[in-house]
Each structure stands twice: as C-alpha cells, then as structure tokens.
Nanobody
Framework: VQLQASGGGLVQAGGSLKLSCAASGRTFESHAVGWFRQPPGKEREFVAALRWSRGTTAYADAVKGRFTISRDNAKNTVYLQMNSLKPEDTAVYYC????????????????WGRGTLVTVSS
C-alpha cells in the first residue's frame, strides 16, 4: 500500500492541526496504521496507531488526551487530530502501515509515507 501524508504546517503553541494519511494501491483493510514522528536530532518515535478492522487505537503517553487518531472508511484515510500543541511536538510526522495489529516499533512497519513537517512555535 502506498501512503500519502499531508496537513503539516506552522502553528502556535496551544493550537491545532489535523494530519491526513491516504492510501492508494490497496485499502487499509487488514492493516494497522501508525503515526510516528521524528523531532530534530532525535530518533523516530511512536505517536498513535489504529487497527483498521477493529477500530482499536493506541497512543504514546506524551500525546494521550491531546491527539486523536481516526479513520474515514469511504476515503480510505487515517487522520491525526492534534490539539493543545506544544513546542516539543515539533517534528516530521510520518504515517506507516503494517498487516493486522499495530506495533510501537517503527521497524515493524513495511509501508511508509513521506513525512509532513509540524512546527509549533512558543
């Protein structure tokens, strides 16, 4: 499955952004979709994931209560709604897909979209 992430930009602290991850080539059925981010000079880290068939979700502690992952079946798209953004949320955000269940380890994901930059100013 090919992935296309979009929606990044510059926002002030406390603001919101909504990222999108659209699939092409095949549907997300039988997949889990994860969002990861890579802050400047740091390792890629898990943000959130959704198991498409069951709708179950998982979040990193750092974003729990502020970010929401969701899906649109008709558009074959996964979203990441980011609220109450903080400067430490600044990173390149990536979406990724793997079969069946989600994983917190980016190495477990076979398909990756190009990143979208989110910059949160203080």
């Amino acid at each position: 499955v090919q992935l296309q992430a979009s929606g990044g930009g510059l926002v002030q602290a406390g603001g919101s952004l909504k990222l999108s991850c659209a699939a092409s080539g095949r549907t997300f059925e039988s997949h889990a979709v994860g969002w990861f981010r890579q802050p400047p000079g740091k390792e890629r880290e898990f943000v959130a994931a959704l198991r498409w068939s069951r709708g179950t979700t998982a979040y990193a502690d750092a974003v729990k209560g502020r970010f929401t992952i969701s899906r649109d079946n008709a558009k074959n798209t996964v979203y990441l709604q980011m609220n109450s953004l903080k400067p430490e949320d600044t990173a390149v955000y990536y979406c990724a897909a793997r079969f069946f269940s989600h994983s917190y380890n980016p190495n477990d994901y076979a398909s990756w979209g190009r990143g979208t930059l989110v910059t949160v100013s203080s």
